[in-house]
């Protein structure tokens, strides 16, 4: 299995602040990389595919960068809608595994 | 616009098997050829992929579950359902159905379902 490890696993940010979250593959999967937004009782939103690919719908704010094994989800200028849990999820390979998640709280 | 539906018993007992359906609506399963998902998710943890079904039937498992799982489809009534056997107190979960964005069977998925919690207690 690849194993997929984010950090942090929490982060508290303000309204307006740049935060950065990582997500580190435990072997090469190229750009096989997406992220997605969960809301309490809600499920997941893809936000980026593809390890740097905006998915339709979702604002500019979002973006996503890295190849290999190590990858960052970046929100530009966080906004009251964006404090959630983060998640990665590789697709490197037919045995799909996600990252445990990073949750932004409000500071 | 494609939306997915779970449905089935939200209390399952030890030993015994959970099933569940995915209802598609505003697209056809068997018109479309697109590996179609499960994944769950523990209260308070994270995610987990449980297996995938390709519209014509052959299903790919999670090699940690792969010994309970049994993923199937139904064209007929634009349906794919999971069956998890022998369920224990870990298997508590929601259970989300979801598409890939694309056609291959490594892949993200959007849109999913709302997903639905499946207790397992006796």
């Known amino acids: 299995d690849i194993q997929m490890t984010q950090s942090p696993s929490s982060v508290s940010a303000s309204v307006g602040d740049r935060v950065t979250i990582t997500c580190r593959a435990s072997?090469?999967?190229?750009?096989?990389l997406a992220w997605y937004q969960q809301k309490p009782g809600k499920a997941p939103k893809l936000l980026i595919y593809?390890?740097?690919s905006l998915q339709s719908g979702v604002p500019s704010r979002f973006s996503g960068s890295g190849s290999g094994t190590d990858f960052t989800l970046t929100i530009s200028s966080l906004q009251p809608e964006d404090f959630a849990t983060y998640y990665c999820q590789q697709a490197n390979s037919f045995l799909l595994t996600f990252g445990g998640g990073t949750k932004v709280e409000i500071k | 616009q494609l939306q997915l539906q779970e449905s089935g018993p939200g209390l399952v007992k030890p030993s015994e098997t959970l099933s569940l359906t995915c209802t598609v609506s505003g697209g056809s399963i068997s018109s479309s050829s697109y590996y179609w998902g499960w994944i769950r998710q523990p209260p308070g943890k994270g995610l987990e992929w449980i297996g995938s079904i390709y519209y014509s039937g052959s299903t790919y498992y999670n090699p940690s579950l792969k010994s309970r799982v049994t993923i199937s489809v139904d064209t007929s009534k634009n349906q794919f359902s999971l069956k998890l056997s022998s369920v224990t107190a870990a298997d508590t979960a929601v259970y989300y159905c979801a598409r890939p964005i694309n056609h291959s069977l490594n892949n993200w998925f959007d849109p999913w379902g709302q997903g639905t919690l499946v207790t397992v207690s006796s």
């Open positions: 593809a390890a740097s």
């Open positions: 072997q090469g999967i190229s750009s096989w």
